[in-house]
């Protein structure tokens, strides 16, 4: 018991716990942001085979000449043939586990890096390949996981989701171009 003065001196549980400190190359302020990028993105790993179909999907909708690419899924006309197709699934899933890895790294950013600029310049050896893939994703991508996420998709994960593509997309060209520079992404 004893007096309210002495109990405050002996309360240590008010002291804050030590805040988090996120990577300066995340294109995060906060480990809030960071944090619900994760819990987003949990959400969004139960169902990510279907997702990342859906993604694909949309993005060959909307951007045909990059099917040709593909030249193990130019012959998928219908949306019912890619669904079913393993060698399309594998494609999507190539796309959704780069980005999972990435979402696993987010306070291994090195890790996360190296993943995105390897990938990058692994379709720098693909004939005909050009940046615009990378980017012409982005909308499909965000799409889908809004779909997924329903009402839990809110203007901050929207934002923190095209923050973290910002991130993916400067990493990825990094590797294509062959220039792994500090080349940070402060949005």
């Given at each position: 018991m004893g007096c309210l003065q002495s109990k405050d001196k002996n309360d240590f549980s008010s002291t804050d716990p030590p805040t988090r400190k996120v990577d300066s190359r995340l294109p995060f302020e906060t480990y809030r942001q960071v944090f619900n990028m994760r819990n987003s993105w949990k959400a969004v790993t139960r169902s990510l085979e279907d997702t990342a179909k859906d993604t694909l999907i949309r993005f060959f909708e909307r951007h045909p000449e990059h099917k040709a690419l593909h030249t193990n899924l130019?012959?998928?006309?219908?949306?019912e043939a890619m669904r079913e197709s393993l060698a399309f699934e594998n494609a999507a899933l190539d796309?959704?586990?780069?980005?999972?890895?990435?979402?696993e790294n987010?306070?291994?950013?090195d890790v996360a890096i190296?993943?995105?600029e390897a990938a990058g310049e692994a379709h720098g050896r693909i004939q005909g390949f050009k940046t615009e893939y990378f980017?012409?994703?982005e909308e499909p991508f965000l799409e889908s996981v809004s779909a997924?996420?329903?009402?839990?998709?809110?203007?901050?994960?929207?934002r923190n989701f095209k923050n973290i593509f910002a991130f993916i997309l400067t990493h990825i060209t990094n590797g294509y171009e062959g220039t792994s520079g500090d080349n940070t992404n402060r949005i």
């Open positions: 130019v012959s998928l006309d219908t949306e796309i959704f586990n780069l980005i999972d890895q990435v979402m987010l306070e291994n950013v190296d993943a995105l980017k012409d994703l997924v996420l329903a009402e839990r998709y809110t203007e901050a994960t929207e």
